[in-house]
């Protein structure tokens, strides 16, 4: 539990640098990895930074957080519309959820207007980029002692 924060990436987002960069910006997971990172040690965070595909594996990577986390920082990515089952694993936990996006979903289709971590989240940074991570960071930092 001691200064640790977990970091979720959902689907496709492995794929950031390869295609869409006029949505997504040209910088690649591993540079946010890298960024979250110093972020973090700054900080004085341990940062677990994590990425998949599987609803299924992000649902128990979050089960396995349970009292082991400070703080959990979440792009579900397309998970985000349409996951109850990762919106019921975050209410599992009592300690911060802070949602983050590359873009930002409400400027774009109908389809992402929704969001299953809004209601549980306690702050969002959407359409910064890769900032958006960093000010997760830098805001966890101003809420936890
Ligand atoms: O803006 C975000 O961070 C999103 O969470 C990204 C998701 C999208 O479904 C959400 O509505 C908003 C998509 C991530 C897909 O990432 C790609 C990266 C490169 C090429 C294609 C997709």
Known sequence: MHNRILILNGPNLNMLGKREPEIYGDQTLDDIRHA??????????????????????????????LGQVRAIIINAAAYTHTSVAIHDALKLHSVPIIEVHLSNPQDREDFRHFSYIEPIAEKAFVGQGLQGYVSAIDYLSTVLQ
């Not at 990172?37 to 930074?49: C, E, N, S």
């Open 36 to 65: 979250c990172g110093v972020a973090a040690d700054t900080h004085g965070f341990m940062l677990d930074f994590k990425q998949s595909n599987y609803e299924g594996e992000l649902v128990t990577w979050i089960q396995e957080a």
